[in-house]
C-alpha cells in the first residue's frame, strides 16, 4: 500500500487549502485515514481521522471548526479541507491508513499501518 500526500504550499492567514492523499494498492475502502503535521521542532500530532464509510470523523481540538476531513473510495483518496489557516498550522503534513477502519475516537500514531510522505504546508501571518 502506497500513498502520496499533495496540495500543500504557502499562504496567508486566513487562506484555504485542500491536501489530498491517493491511495495506491490494498483496499482502500475498508481502510480508516488519518492526517498528522509536525512543525519544527515538535512532536507529531493528530489532525484528523476519518473511518472506511466516510460516516464519522474526529478532529484534533486545535482545527476543530476550520478543517474537514474526506474521502471518496471511488477515487481511492482521502481529503483535509483547511480553511482560516493561522501561521500555527504551519507544519508537514502527513496522511496515514489503518486497516482497521472503525474510528471511535482519535487513533495513536502507533495505530496506523501505512503512511505518505507528507507535503508542506506554510501560512504566512
Known amino acids: 500500500v502506497q500513498l502520496q500526500a499533495s496540495g500543500g504550499g504557502l499562504v496567508q492567514a486566513g487562506d484555504s487549502l485542500r491536501l489530498s492523499c491517493a491511495v495506491s494498492g490494498g483496499t482502500f475502502g475498508s481502510y480508516a485515514m488519518g492526517w498528522f503535521r509536525q512543525a519544527p521542532g515538535k512532536e507529531r500530532e493528530f489532525v484528523a481521522v476519518i473511518n472506511w464509510s466516510g460516516d464519522t470523523a474526529y478532529y484534533a481540538d486545535s482545527v476543530k471548526g476550520r478543517f474537514t476531513i474526506s474521502r471518496d473510495n471511488t477515487k481511492k483518496t482521502a481529503y483535509l479541507q483547511m480553511n482560516s489557516l493561522r501561521p500555527e498550522d504551519t507544519a508537514v503534513y502527513s496522511c496515514?491508513?489503518?486497516?482497521?477502519?472503525?474510528?471511535?475516537?482519535?487513533?495513536?500514531?502507533?495505530?496506523?499501518?501505512?503512511w505518505g510522505q507528507g507535503t508542506q504546508v506554510t501560512v504566512s501571518s
Open positions: 496515514a491508513a489503518d486497516r482497521y477502519g472503525v474510528v471511535d475516537g482519535e487513533l495513536a500514531s502507533y495505530e496506523y499501518d501505512w
